[in-house]
């Protein structure tokens, strides 16, 4: 029962470099959410997908891409890593969206970028 | 646009005593969820409240959802170890698939 996944768990990167971070579920949930978590900050959503082949700006998205080629997975991208990307980064599924479902994380993608 | 804040932002507790953490949103929200967060861990889904002034129990933990459905309320009775964490009210973003997340209350019990 493995809800969603996340990898890598842990990752430094040097300034400039580039990385994508992966999540799969395994819910079949349609909305999936890429959020980062700062000290202080709470949960700020980077970006967020409606469904497979779909994928939409949140919050925060500068420095950032993401692709749902699948409905199953969800990927982060960093072009060209900065310091201010270090963080940790969450995905989320949830069944639906509008904000009335409940949103089931993974464990988290603890990044640093020196 | 819209905002959700928590306070206390971070709240000390001795084993035993009663806990609060008050959310509010700066638009009427169509329900209200609740998360915790464990430390080094992932949020993880307590509750939500649909009614206004709705109230819902989960053993030691009391949830209020405001009658004007802008404010809510988490409330631990005599708190316990396990109860350390962060506790994150969150409410839809109006007109997007999305929740706004507040900062969160972080909670520590002291045995």
């Known amino acids: 029962n493995a809800g969603v996944t996340q990898t890598p768990k842990f990752r430094v990167l040097k300034t400039g470099q580039s990385m994508t971070l992966l999540c799969a579920q395994d819910?079949?949930?349609?909305?999936m959410y890429w959020y980062r978590q700062d000290p202080g900050m709470g949960l700020r959503l980077i970006h967020y997908?409606?469904?497979?082949?779909?994928?939409a700006k949140g919050e925060v998205p500068d420095g950032y891409n993401v692709s749902r080629l699948k409905k199953q997975n969800f990927l982060l991208g960093l072009e060209s890593a900065a310091p201010s990307q270090t963080s940790v980064y969450f995905c989320?599924?949830?069944?639906?969206?509008?904000?009335?479902?409940?949103?089931?994380f993974g464990d988290g993608t603890r990044l640093s970028i020196l | 646009g819209q905002q959700v804040m928590q306070i206390p932002q971070y709240q000390h507790v001795q084993e035993g005593e009663d806990f609060t953490t008050y959310c509010n949103s700066s638009?009427?929200?169509?329900?209200i969820q609740w998360y915790k967060q464990r430390p080094g861990g992932h949020p993880v889904f307590l509750i939500q409240?649909?009614?206004?002034?709705e109230v819902k129990k989960q053993k030691r933990l009391t949830f209020q959802f405001g009658e004007a459905k802008k404010n809510s309320s988490l409330h631990i009775t005599a708190t316990q170890t396990t109860d350390v964490g962060t506790y994150f009210c969150?409410?839809?973003?109006?007109?997007?698939?999305?929740?706004?997340f507040g900062k969160g209350t972080m909670l520590l019990v002291s045995p």
């Open positions: 989320a599924s949830s069944v639906r969206g509008q904000g009335n479902q409940p949103q089931h």
């Open positions: 819910m079949n949930h349609e909305y």
């Open positions: 997908s409606v469904g497979e082949g779909t994928t």
């Open positions: 638009t009427t929200l169509s329900n």
């Open positions: 409240l649909v009614k206004s002034g």
């Open positions: 969150a409410g839809p973003k109006p007109g997007y698939s999305t929740l706004t």
